[in-house]
């Protein structure tokens, strides 16, 4: 009787946690859930004209690149063997007080997802979800002496109807093996893996914010962790991911755009490179370019290439322009996939979504700051804005460009698009609209 009771009692504090936050989302959900609802809807009857529907092409805007798996890669990992172990009261995290005010990664879930690759042991081991815990891993760790290592970035969506979701998954794993192949680590199989991390998500559900102001970012990580010094491929790989609550990515200014500085004399990514995969070796070396964009007080840093000072990313994100171009059309433009910048989801999204619209032209080509700086002289350069999985949608209203500020109107538009953009892919992401793009966790 007493081991029963003292077994009762530890379910009850390990899910205590559960029952305080649930009854703390409850409470909010029903002041304020019916109420935003309702002033979401009213402010979307005015602005009829740009929709999107699971009708929309749900296909790549570009065929993404095929997935070829070594030969003596060894056996796969199934998601039907997974082994989970839970937390114990005493390994829970603290969990935010309010889910409007969230940093981005400061705070990290229960638990994490861990799959190891040997090839000495045949292959991709068995996944596990354990609580989040330290890597143990050698000090002569390829990932810690040449970089070896490769990461995506994916966010969960707590939609108006409760559901989880994850926004096309499928490119993430897509992007996530294709680097893989560039780094010397093996690959996988995206759909096990998104099998695993819907697995993870279920488990530490609670985390999921209960606002559109918020989402909880999961960030899918693989290392090199082969115990020898030598630049070779790794035969022992760590694939994990961890999950965060987050807010905004960006600090902004105070109408919400951010500043840039746009210096020539660095360089993000060249032809031949990596600049199209995401790799910590490409954000290591702009962080001190950043930190010499914040002592100018600006936000960001906008990337250059070429002499011709042609745009590629801004940040961590893609860039778009919409201006007006010499025929005197509308028109929306993002630099092409040429390997100098990432092929982000969110920018396919945009480009399939806003070719569906049919209200301007939409177009990849390359442009350059000449061309920014001669739009704006002629009244022409209607909006600039970044776009990514962090931030969604950033907008932009001043450049640093050769020691002056260019500053751009992308706040001062009537009906900009860029929020047409944002409220379209959130209204996707968050379940307003029933869509392919959104894929429901069970």
Same mark, same amino acid.
């Given at each position: 009787?007493?081991?029963?009771?003292?077994?009762?009692?530890?379910?009850?504090?390990?899910?205590?946690?559960?029952?305080?936050?649930?009854?703390?989302?409850?409470?909010?959900?029903?002041?304020?859930?019916?109420?935003?609802?309702?002033?979401?809807?009213?402010?979307?009857?005015?602005?009829?004209?740009?929709?999107?529907?699971?009708?929309?092409?749900?296909?790549?805007?570009?065929?993404?690149?095929?997935?070829?798996?070594?030969?003596?890669?060894?056996?796969?990992?199934?998601?039907?063997?997974?082994?989970?172990?839970?937390?114990?009261?005493?390994?829970?995290?603290?969990?935010?007080?309010?889910?409007?005010?969230?940093?981005?990664?400061?705070?990290?879930?229960?638990?994490?997802?861990?799959?190891?690759?040997?090839?000495?042991?045949?292959?991709?081991?068995?996944?596990? /979800?354990?609580?989040?815990?330290?890597?143990?891993?050698?000090?002569?760790?390829?990932?810690?002496?040449?970089?070896?290592?490769?990461?995506?970035?994916?966010?969960?969506?707590?939609?108006?109807?409760?559901?989880?979701?994850?926004?096309?998954?499928?490119?993430?794993?897509?992007?996530?093996?294709?680097?893989?192949?560039?780094?010397?680590?093996?690959?996988?199989?995206?759909?096990?893996?998104?099998?695993?991390?819907?697995?993870?998500?279920?488990?530490?559900?609670?985390?999921?914010?209960?606002?559109?102001?918020?989402?909880?970012?999961?960030?899918?990580?693989? /290392?090199?962790?082969?115990?020898?010094?030598?630049?070779?491929?790794?035969?022992?790989?760590?694939?994990?991911?961890?999950?965060?609550?987050?807010?905004?990515?960006?600090?902004?200014?105070?109408?919400?755009?951010?500043?840039?500085?746009?210096?020539?004399?660095?360089?993000?990514?060249?032809?031949?490179?990596?600049?199209?995969?995401?790799?910590?070796?490409?954000?290591?070396?702009?962080?001190?370019?950043?930190?010499?964009?914040?002592?100018?007080?600006?936000?960001?840093?906008?990337?250059?290439?070429?002499?011709?000072?042609?745009?590629?990313?801004?940040?961590?994100?893609?860039?778009?322009?919409?201006?007006?171009?010499?025929?005197?059309?509308?028109?929306?433009?993002?630099?092409?996939?040429?390997?100098?910048?990432?092929?982000?989801?969110?920018?396919?999204?945009?480009?399939?979504?806003?070719?569906?619209?049919?209200?301007?032209?939409?177009?990849?080509?390359?442009?350059?700051?000449?061309?920014?700086?001669?739009?704006?002289?002629?009244?022409?350069?209607?909006?600039?804005?970044?776009?990514?999985?962090?931030?969604?949608?950033?907008?932009?209203?001043?450049?640093?460009?050769?020691?002056?500020?260019?500053?751009?109107?992308?706040?001062?538009?009537?009906?900009?698009?860029?929020?047409?953009?944002?409220?379209?892919?959130?209204?996707?992401?968050?379940?307003?609209?029933?869509?392919?793009?959104?894929?429901? /966790?069970?």
């Amino acid at each position: 009787m007493t081991t029963k009771m003292a077994i009762n009692a530890k379910d009850i504090f390990r899910n205590q946690h559960r029952l305080i936050r649930f009854i703390e989302q409850s409470i909010r959900l029903c002041s304020n859930q019916s109420l935003k609802t309702a002033q979401q809807q009213q402010q979307k009857a005015s602005t009829p004209d740009f929709e999107i529907t699971a009708s929309v092409n749900t296909q790549y805007t570009h065929a993404p690149e095929p997935i070829k798996h070594d030969k003596d890669l060894g056996h796969m990992f199934k998601a039907s063997q997974m082994a989970v172990r839970l937390a114990t009261p005493q390994q829970l995290q603290p969990k935010p007080d309010n889910d409007e005010e969230l940093g981005f990664g400061k705070l990290f879930t229960d638990h994490m997802l861990k799959i190891y690759y040997h090839k000495s042991l045949g292959g991709w081991q068995k996944p596990e /979800i354990t609580p989040l815990e330290n890597l143990v891993m050698h000090p002569a760790a390829k990932v810690l002496h040449y970089a070896v290592e490769l990461f995506e970035g994916m966010k969960a969506y707590r939609g108006v109807d409760g559901k989880i979701r994850i926004f096309r998954p499928d490119m993430n794993m897509n992007r996530m093996n294709l680097a893989a192949q560039r780094s010397g680590l093996p690959t996988f199989e995206g759909k096990e893996f998104v099998q695993c991390l819907s697995r993870l998500l279920s488990i530490d559900s609670e985390w999921v914010p209960h606002t559109e102001a918020a989402s909880l970012y999961i960030r899918p990580t693989l /290392i090199g962790i082969d115990p020898t010094l030598g630049v070779a491929s790794s035969d022992s790989a760590l694939l994990y991911s961890i999950l965060s609550p987050v807010g905004s990515y960006f600090k902004t200014g105070s109408n919400g755009a951010v500043s840039l500085l746009a210096d020539p004399s660095y360089t993000r990514a060249w032809p031949g490179g990596v600049g199209n995969r995401k790799m910590g070796s490409n954000y290591a070396p702009t962080i001190n370019v950043q930190k010499e964009a914040a002592a100018r007080g600006l936000q960001q840093v906008l990337w250059l290439y070429g002499e011709d000072h042609q745009l590629t990313e801004v940040g961590t994100m893609n860039i778009f322009m919409f201006y007006v171009n010499d025929q005197g059309e509308q028109e929306l433009i993002t630099p092409p996939l040429n390997g100098l910048i990432l092929p982000g989801i969110t920018r396919d999204s945009i480009l399939a979504m806003t070719r569906q619209w049919g209200k301007f032209k939409v177009r990849e080509a390359t442009f350059t700051m000449p061309m920014v700086s001669e739009l704006l002289n002629q009244g022409r350069l209607l909006e600039l804005f970044g776009t990514g999985t962090a931030c969604v949608v950033s907008p932009i209203n001043r450049i640093n460009y050769l020691g002056q500020d260019l500053y751009i109107p992308t706040m001062e538009q009537e009906k900009p698009v860029h929020e047409l953009i944002r409220e379209t892919l959130t209204d996707i992401q968050y379940g307003k609209v029933d869509h392919p793009w959104s894929v429901v /966790i069970d």
